[in-house]
T-cell receptor
Framework: DAKTTQPPSMDCAEGRAANLPCNHS???????VYWYRQIHSQGPQYIIH???NNETNEMASLIITEDRKSSTLILPHATLRDTAVYYC??????????FGAGTQVVVTP | DVKVTQSSRYLVKRTGEKVFLECVQD?????MFWYRQDPGLGLRLIYF???????EKGDIPEGYSVSREKKERFSLILESASTNQTSMYLCASSLQGASNQPQHFGDGTRLSIL
């Protein structure tokens, strides 16, 4: 079973920041949080990952709470092309990626 | 950028056929993976490989086999295709070494078994 919980869907206005929450209350001290997204009919695209510090790259920012039990992916200026299913993932004890249902994000004009 | 290429985007085969799905990565990654994705079931790991000629079973290996003769290529084989193997198949690769390496995916092969 996936070790994360995400809302099933959310809407975001074009040009605004999209904040995607994820709960991972059973995460262990050395486990990383990964974010992927999947646009319809394409493979999952890697976005960002982190351990405990906040991370930023050209696509997004990742904010991890101090207790590491939750995180937020921030898309700073959402565009229509950011419409996708977003997956928050913690590797399981065997090192495997377990994809849950994710959050369907719809960016509207 | 990492490039994972799957040989076909769409494939239609008949029940009982032997089906080969090919995957090639260009980043010298040691690890390669095969998943299938079905509505409501998410991604499920079929097989993975940590090195040339090495393979490990994932969560749903039944009815499948794999081949890794070269580092950059990982093939998934459906020995005798059945209709319940109709699915989206995704290949991924990652670096070995530190446990935090992300997996990078191809665009998938949508396989239909008639």
């Amino acid at each position: 079973d996936a070790k994360t919980t995400q809302p099933p869907s959310m809407d975001c206005a074009e040009g605004r920041a999209a904040n995607l929450p994820c709960n991972h209350s059973t995460i262990s001290g050395n486990e990383y949080v990964y974010w992927y997204r999947q646009i319809h009919s394409q493979g999952p695209q890697y976005i960002i990952h982190g351990l405990k510090n906040n991370e930023t790259n050209e696509m997004a920012s990742l904010i991890i709470t101090e207790d590491r039990k939750s995180s937020t992916l921030i898309l700073p200026h959402a565009t229509l092309r950011d419409t996708a299913v977003y997956y928050c993932i913690v590797r399981d004890s065997w090192g495997k990626f377990q994809f849950g249902a994710g959050t369907q994000v719809v960016v509207t004009p | 950028d990492v490039k994972v290429t799957q040989s076909s985007r769409y494939l239609v085969k008949r029940t009982g056929e032997k089906v080969f799905l090919e995957c090639v990565q260009d980043m010298d990654h040691e690890n390669m993976f095969w998943y299938r994705q079905d509505p409501g079931l998410g991604l499920r790991l079929i097989y993975f490989s940590y090195d040339v000629k090495m393979k490990e079973k994932g969560d749903i290996p039944e009815g499948y086999s794999v081949s890794r003769e070269k580092k950059e290529r990982f093939s998934l084989i459906l020995e005798s295709a059945s209709t319940n193997q109709t699915s989206m198949y995704l290949c991924a690769s990652s670096l070995q070494g530190a446990s935090n390496q992300p997996q990078h995916f191809g665009d998938g092969t949508r396989l239909s078994i008639l």
